[in-house]
């Protein structure tokens, strides 16, 4: 049952999107994002949607995934208009009068402008973690915030950390699967009653996965230690990341639509935000 | 022939801590224990549960070190701190559960995690990453996930990231234990292929009389103390004192101590099933013609 959950979302491909440079991705990703907040109107989040759409185009993911995607931020994005719509007070009159409540016409363009706006951030966050793999934003990750090391943050510690748990992932989760079994097997009822009966219930479960998660972490120290682990000071990497003319381009066209987002804020009067 | 690891009255004690952190006690694990290993050969070490065998193993490479005496890999005392990657590139060590050592999402990663350490140039690295696959054979499953293989394979891995660091032995803590027959296998196989071929120091610490009848010397440790040291042959002889120390003895040898016992004039240096069904069979044939 555990066994159906998917790690990461990582979707493989041989596209021009997986096949960017992770750090040009997670750079160009930000930059989206950031594109998106400066989109003022309609006309301009539009333009940041059509270009979205082709980049999954582009990346040959199905479009299912999209939807896939937003369905555990929808009560998020419900919640956002509701507070919109009810709470903003435009100058004309109100649209609908229900006692208390009254619905503008600003209010409602906003909440649509809102819902959108998020739905396309979701959107864009997805991209990256559908054509990326784990290891790749782990390692892009290490190397974006290697200058942070100056600073004494501990950038290799933390990429080694991300490691170790995307390995362990899935061995806890069969791990899982066997103490419930075990359980289940002297009698444990794990399935039926409240939420609190529930929870209670996963007590004899969560207890003998941490202890033997513990025992895990020091076998593993020590073959680190066997294998001369000591920190990220003097190490290197198999794998290079090389950046190439696709990821120059990649640049040039995310610059592009800035460019043109700006000129649309600009050449029509921006509107509410 | 040189000795790759020494010990000189190697003694090591566990201490006992109470609830404050105090000392209270001391236990002692293993008691002047001087032996050596030689480049190239393969020995087995074999011993009851508590015996101090793993213990003995972790002070192969300076995991421990230990509270009186000393020990020597490639002539460097492991308690040398400044040339501790040195000894741990000498003497590789793989443990038991296989899941627990392998520390990277894909096999290849992983094999190149110690040479990575060491900071060893990428080009590199991708030969000498290929090349342990290769020889474990498990050059085909590079891009796998580790929880994609079997515990046979996980383990092959986990060799191979040991034999990356190009060591000159391996020592190995019980690397069939949690591995089904067909694992335990492919690891023989893997292990008599690195010794043979490769000309690596294998040390292997096992409780499977089987696995140990196939080394060149065996060494049988008992409370902290050398109970036997010898070729398989002149150790299996010893049936009954190895089993009055809670061992076994392989199963060829338990048959022919049996017949033995019963009567039979059997010699007591067969250890391995062909030459025990070979010898069997002799017997019928001289039944036959007496007839």
Not at chain 2, 262 to 287: K, M, R
């Amino acid at each position: 049952m555990l066994k159906d959950i998917t790690i990461g979302q990582y979707f493989p491909g041989e596209s021009i999107i997986h096949r960017l440079d992770s750090r040009f991705k997670i750079i160009l990703d930000i930059a989206y994002v950031v594109m998106l907040f400066m989109a003022g109107n309609f006309y301009s989040l539009a333009m940041a949607g059509v270009f979205m759409l082709i980049i999954y185009m582009l990346s040959r993911i199905s479009f299912r995934l999209i939807f896939k995607s937003l369905r555990p931020i929808m009560p998020v994005i419900v919640f956002t208009c509701l507070l919109n719509l009810f709470f903003i007070q435009g100058e004309s009159e109100p649209l609908v009068r229900l006692g208390f409540i009254s619905i503008y016409m600003e209010g409602a363009t906003t909440s649509v402008f809102m819902a959108v706006r998020i739905i396309f951030l979701i959107i864009g966050m997805s991209v990256l973690t559908y054509t990326t793999s784990p290891i790749e934003l782990t390692d892009a990750i290490e190397r974006l915030l290697s200058p942070l090391k100056v600073l004494r943050f501990p950038v290799h510690e933390l990429a080694m950390m991300m490691t170790i748990a995307l390995r362990f992932i899935p061995t806890l989760i069969e791990e899982t699967d066997k103490i419930m079994s075990a359980q289940k097997a002297r009698g444990a009822n794990l399935d039926t009653g409240g939420l609190v009966k529930k929870a209670k219930a996963l007590i004899p479960v969560l207890i003998p996965l941490f202890v033997s998660a513990f025992k895990r972490a020091s076998e593993l120290a020590l073959a680190m230690e066997c294998r001369c682990y000591k920190g990220g000071d003097g190490r290197t990497r198999m794998k290079q990341l090389k950046w190439g003319m696709r990821d120059i381009v990649a640049v040039f066209v995310m610059g592009v639509m800035i460019a043109v987002i700006v000129l649309l804020n600009i050449s029509i009067p921006i509107f509410g935000l | 022939m040189k000795e790759i690891i020494k010990t000189e009255k190697l003694t090591f004690d566990y201490t006992v801590y109470d609830e404050n952190g105090d000392e209270t006690d001391k236990n002692r694990v293993l008691t002047d224990i001087s032996l050596d290993i030689e480049e190239g050969s393969f020995t087995a070490v074999l011993g009851h549960n508590g015996s101090g065998k793993s213990t003995l193993a972790k002070h192969f490479n300076g995991i421990l070190l230990p509270t009186d005496g000393r020990v020597l890999v490639d002539g460097i005392d492991t308690s040398d701190e400044s040339r501790i990657y040195d000894i741990r590139q000498t003497v590789g060590m793989v443990f038991q559960n296989p899941d627990n050592q392998i520390v990277a999402t894909v096999v290849e990663e992983d094999v190149a995690f110690a040479l990575e350490n060491l900071g060893v140039e990428p080009k590199e690295i991708r030969r000498r990453v290929d090349e342990a696959l290769k020889t474990v054979d498990m050059y085909e499953y590079r891009k796998h996930a580790p929880h994609q293989l079997s515990g046979g394979q996980k383990q092959r891995v986990a060799i191979a990231g040991i034999i990356a660091m190009r060591p000159r032995c391996i020592v190995m803590d019980e690397p069939t234990a949690m591995l089904d027959p067909k694992g335990r296998k492919e690891i023989m196989a893997t292990v008599k292929t690195l010794n043979r071929d490769y000309g690596i120091t294998v040390v292997m610490i096992t409780h499977y009389m089987d696995e140990a009848a196939k080394a060149d010397r065996v060494i049988v440790i008992d409370k902290g103390n050398i109970l036997l040291d010898g070729t398989p042959k002149q150790i299996f002889s010893n049936v009954e004192l190895l089993k009055s120390v809670g061992l076994d003895v392989p199963q060829a040898t338990e048959l022919m101590y049996e017949l033995k016992k019963s009567g039979l004039d059997v010699p007591d240096d067969i250890i391995d099933e062909n030459e025990c069904a070979e010898y069997i069979y002799s017997l019928f044939c001289a039944d036959d013609k007496e007839q």
